[in-house]
């Protein structure tokens, strides 16, 4: 079975940064492309920044020059650092990943709140 587990949320003040992971387990295909989106209460999930398996990234208008997405493809694992943290990044982060089968899970989501 299949899993995407996150780690690293928290409470921080404004300008503070957080580091989230999330590793895969239980497939055996590789990885294609992995992200990170959020979900805001009442809002509808984002995008947040996406990663390929060779190193291509994209970055949400809103936080381009304060995330930075990388990723360890040994250990089937995506990172997101978050630097300059703003109150509007407050939200619930979810990790994704696209596997070669062209299946896409999901991780549960780990909330990250940034306090003004």
């Known amino acids: 079975q299949v899993q995407l587990v996150e780690s690293g949320g928290g409470l921080v003040q404004a300008g503070g940064s957080l580091r989230l992971s999330c590793a895969a387990s239980?497939?055996?295909?590789?990885?294609?492309?992995m992200g990170w989106y959020r979900q805001a209460p009442g809002q509808q999930r984002e995008l947040v920044a996406t990663?390929?398996?060779?190193?291509?990234?994209n970055y949400a208008d809103s936080v381009k020059g304060r995330f930075t997405i990388s990723r360890d493809n040994v250990k089937n694992a995506v990172y997101l650092q978050m630097s300059s943290l703003k109150p509007e990044d407050t939200a619930v982060y979810y990790c994704?990943?696209?596997?070669?089968?062209?299946?896409?899970?999901w991780g549960q989501g780990t909330q990250v709140t940034v306090s003004s």
């Open positions: 239980g497939s055996r295909f590789s990885i294609a492309d």
């Open positions: 994704n990943a696209r596997f070669a089968s062209w299946a896409v899970y």
């Open positions: 990663i390929t398996s060779r190193g291509t990234t």
